[in-house]
């Protein structure tokens, strides 16, 4: 089992930069393809981030290239998402997830092929 807990959310104005957080526990290792996901009010879950496996490959969704930057910290079993410019339409709960396996690019944007999802933190951006 893999526990995940995000932090660092908050409410911030459009233009302000962000930064959160995800500490794993449990069986985790730094070959799983991991990735941040987030749902805005009446949307469905949608890819931000990820890495595919020991993060070799990074992708990004073409909404948040340029502004937004995943790194982790294997040793400290954490994976950051720092967000920066900020805009309204970034609102969203923020999820980390990761899958038992790494996965390729096309996998890595699917939430269904994440296995472990943590509770998410609220990131709400005003104008």
């Known amino acids: 089992q893999v526990q995940l807990v995000e932090s660092g959310g908050g409410s911030v104005q459009a233009g302000d930069s962000l930064s959160v957080s995800c500490a794993g526990s449990?069986?985790?290792?730094?070959?799983?393809?991991m990735g941040w996901f987030r749902q805005a009010p009446g949307k469905e879950r949608e890819f931000v981030a990820g890495?595919?496996?020991?993060?070799?490959?990074?992708y990004y969704a073409d909404s948040v290239r340029g502004r937004f930057t995943i790194s982790r910290d294997n040793a400290k079993n954490t994976v950051y998402l720092q967000m920066n410019s900020l805009k309204p339409e970034d609102t969203a709960v923020y999820y980390c997830?990761?899958?038992?396996?790494?996965?390729?690019?096309?996998?890595?944007?699917?939430?269904?092929?994440?296995?472990?999802w943590g509770k998410g933190t609220l990131v709400t951006v005003s104008s």
């Open positions: 890495f595919t496996g020991s993060g070799a490959y990074l």
């Open positions: 997830a990761v899958a038992n396996n790494p996965l390729n690019g096309y996998a890595i944007k699917r939430p269904e092929y994440m296995d472990y």
């Open positions: 449990g069986r985790t290792s730094s070959s799983r393809a």
